[in-house]
């Protein structure tokens, strides 16, 4: 059973930067691509990013390119997600996940496995 575990959420004002991370466990991590997504309040979960095992091709959602970076360490069986010029309407539930594929694929439904969320709340 594959485990997600997510650190690095707060409060943060605008313009301010937060690193997430994201711990795996279960799995052979390297093999698969992981991905970033959010979920704010009355709103449906979103694609932010996503890294393929490699870590050579991601994607970003087009509201946080420029701005949010995903990379991972293998060794450490970690993603990460920089984000930086942070605004308010970035505001919500951060989600690591992996999916069994090996491309950085974006589709929710493409993904197999879910942390619990790390919470980002961005003051103005």
């Known amino acids: 059973q594959v485990q997600l575990v997510e650190s690095g959420g707060g409060l943060v004002q605008a313009g301010g930067s937060l690193r997430l991370s994201c711990a795996a466990s279960?799995?052979?991590?390297?093999?698969?691509?992981m991905g970033w997504f959010r979920q704010a309040p009355g709103k449906e979960r979103e694609f932010v990013a996503a890294?393929?095992?490699?870590?050579?091709?991601?994607n970003y959602a087009d509201s946080v390119k420029g701005r949010f970076t995903v990379s991972r360490d293998n060794a450490e069986n970690t993603v990460y997600l920089q984000m930086s010029s942070l605004k308010p309407e970035d505001t919500a539930v951060y989600y690591c996940?992996?999916?069994?594929?090996?491309?950085?694929?974006?589709?929710?439904?493409?993904?197999?496995?879910w942390g619990q969320g790390t919470q980002v709340t961005v003051s103005s």
């Open positions: 279960g799995r052979t991590f390297s093999t698969y691509a």
């Open positions: 996940a992996l999916s069994s594929r090996a491309m950085a694929v974006i589709r929710d439904v493409l993904y197999d496995y």
């Open positions: 890294i393929s095992w490699s870590g050579r091709s991601s």
